[in-house]
């Protein structure tokens, strides 16, 4: 299994960038799909992640800024990033989880300049 995730890139402080991550599965199989984070010298951490039915959750530090989607029918998920902050710098990892076990895409890194 694959996930191909967007490049990422560098934008300004308030501005907008989406991510989006390419499956080579049917993701409707991953019983939640997610993405997360990993700031140079902390912890990786969720952001966001969406279920098969499509509940969502949100990290507080990217409620109300961030949305997650999904389009069951390209077998992707998206990562809109609204009001961007200079603490939102970091590399962001697509994850799909199944019975199983878990996959991750590679990093693509943001940057959010002030």
């Known amino acids: 299994v694959q996930l191909q995730a967007s490049r990422g890139g560098t934008v300004q402080a308030g501005g907008s960038l989406r991510l989006s991550c390419e499956v080579s599965?049917?993701?409707?199989?991953?019983?939640?799909m997610g993405w997360h984070r990993q700031a140079s010298g902390k912890q990786r951490e969720l952001v966001a992640h969406?279920?098969?039915?499509?509940?969502?959750y949100y990290a507080d530090s990217v409620k109300g800024r961030f949305t997650i989607s999904k389009d069951n029918a390209k077998n992707a998920v998206y990562l809109q990033m609204d009001s961007l902050k200079s603490e939102d710098t970091a590399v962001y990892y697509c994850?799909?989880?199944?019975?199983?076990?878990?996959?991750w895409g590679q990093g693509t890194l943001v940057t959010v300049s002030s």
């Open positions: 994850r799909g989880v199944d019975r199983a076990t878990e996959y």
């Open positions: 599965r049917n993701i409707l199989s991953f019983y939640v």
């Open positions: 969406i279920t098969t039915g499509g509940s969502t």
